[in-house]
């Protein structure tokens, strides 16, 4: 708390500049309402008394409005308090474990919907990827009046190489490869187109492309014999390229595209991966997805989520096969 002190009538307390004015002009502008300056007295001393009486009957304005009377009848300024610079203490130890341990207690409660967030959105994200593929494969169909095949096969000197992606691909925004790995899938699954064959352009690949072969990881599957392998008439889109039983399946013997599997996730063991079928545990589809779902698109280009167990109960056992009927 400070006490304001006037600079007029105490030559001892003001600068030379405002020695010079005398007490009446002062007192006429205070009687005017002007503005009286004043000067801080830190020391906490009484103000000083002698003023002339018009003074004391002046009202004094100072910045936060009239000032009153002191029991000495001197026109003095109320007490004002002034805030003072406040201290900034630091955190004690016990307060900074508290506040640590509060953030760790907060974190351990959100970190959970974060990583159900995140595994939703890869989910999204492979659903995506199948869609793409999917529309790929209808667009596929559309200019062949076929579905792509498996893989290829000789007889002489046997070279599976996995045909169905290169040719999809090519209605997916040519050489991108990006929609043919599940983000939930391992790194190893990724395509990565490479070059050094020195084979010729065909079944989708360029000219110099490598070839993806039967032990190449891949995270998507393509239902390449059905509910059985080797069937004849075959029951999937097609095994062996160009074979007489087992080749490209013509389109129009998909009798309910909508309910015949195309792709789905794989799993990705390096043992005939880019392949989903019900007849062999290592080429069921991989059930990586929340509520330990498989993601599969269908014919018609759209995409859904199964279980295993729906994927094989004897009722959905038929979306596997190009007629629509359990085998």
Not at 30 to 57: Q, T
Not at 87 to 100: D, K, N, Y
Not at 167 to 188: A, S
Not at 214 to 225: A, D, L, R
């Amino acid at each position: 708390m400070v006490w304001l002190r006037p600079i007029f009538g105490a030559s001892n307390w003001v600068d030379p500049p405002f020695r010079q004015r005398n007490s009446t002009a002062v007192t006429t502008s205070m009687s005017r309402g002007g503005v009286v300056f004043c000067c801080l007295n830190l020391n906490l001393r009484e103000p000083r008394r002698g003023l002339s009486s018009s003074v004391n009957r002046a009202y004094l304005v100072f910045g936060f409005g009239r000032v009153g009377h002191s029991a000495e009848g001197i026109k003095t300024p109320t007490m004002l308090h002034v805030p003072r610079q406040s201290r900034h203490q630091a955190f004690t130890v016990p307060e900074l474990l508290a506040v640590i341990a509060l953030i760790v207690i907060i974190l351990s409660m959100l970190l959970p919907g974060f990583n159900n967030a995140r595994k939703h959105a890869r989910n999204a994200v492979c659903m995506s990827n199948l869609h793409q593929q999917a529309m790929g494969l209808v667009g596929y169909t559309i200019e062949s009046n076929h579905f792509p095949g498996a893989h290829t096969w000789t007889h002489n000197a046997p070279k599976y190489w996995i045909i169905w992606p290169s040719r999809v691909r090519q209605f997916t925004h040519g050489t991108n490869t990006e929609w043919f790995r599940c983000p939930d899938g391992p790194d190893e699954s990724e395509w990565n187109v490479a070059y050094g064959s020195g084979l010729p352009e065909e079944y989708g690949y360029n000219a110099d492309e490598v070839r993806l072969e039967w032990n190449t990881p891949f995270s998507y599957g393509y239902n390449n014999w059905g509910s059985a392998d080797f069937s004849v008439p075959q029951y999937g889109l097609g095994g062996l390229s160009e074979h007489a039983d087992w080749g490209e399946l013509p389109k129009v013997q998909v009798q309910f595209p909508s309910r015949m599997i195309a792709i789905g996730d794989a799993q990705v063991d390096g043992v005939w991966d880019a392949f989903i079928d019900t007849n062999q545990a290592p080429e069921l589809p991989a059930n990586r997805h929340p509520g330990s779902k498989a993601n599969i698109a269908f014919c018609d280009g759209h995409v859904d989520s199964f279980t295993l167990t729906n994927l094989l109960s004897p009722d959905d056992i038929r979306m596997w096969n190009n007629d629509g009927k359990a085998h």
